[in-house]
């Protein structure tokens, strides 16, 4: 089993950058597909950004692309969102999740394992 404790959401204001991170419990975090959700008022989760086991293949949603970089520490069993040029739209409830296998899959129904979620609030 793996806990997911995620920190660095705040408020920030637009065009500006965080880094959230994402500690995991356990000694297996290497075999975990990780990946960032992201939740909004009224909307549904959404995909944001993946990272297989190595962290050598990622894959970011559309929205995110170019702004937003995945990446993870399996040494410090930590996974990283950094999320610059930030966007009003970008404000939402971040969650890190975890998947048992490699793959950097966007489907949230394969991610066992969820954060408790960190507020990221960008001003206009």
């Known amino acids: 089993q793996v806990q997911l404790v995620e920190s660095g959401g705040g408020l920030v204001q637009a065009g500006g950058s965080l880094r959230l991170s994402c500690a995991a419990s356990?000694?297996?975090?290497?075999?975990?597909?990780m990946a960032w959700f992201r939740q909004a008022p009224d909307k549904e989760r959404e995909f944001v950004a993946a990272?297989?086991?190595?962290?050598?293949?990622?894959s970011n949603s559309d929205s995110v692309k170019g702004r937003f970089t995945i990446s993870r520490d399996n040494a410090k069993n930590t996974v990283y969102l950094q999320m610059n040029s930030l966007k009003p739209e970008d404000t939402a409830v971040y969650y890190c999740?975890?998947?048992?296998?490699?793959?950097?899959?966007?489907?949230?129904?394969?991610?066992?394992?969820w954060g408790q979620g960190t507020q990221v609030t960008v001003s206009s």
């Open positions: 990272s297989s086991r190595s962290g050598v293949v990622t």
């Open positions: 999740a975890a998947a048992a296998g490699s793959l950097a899959t966007r489907v949230d129904h394969s991610y066992a394992y």
């Open positions: 356990g000694r297996t975090f290497r075999m975990y597909a």
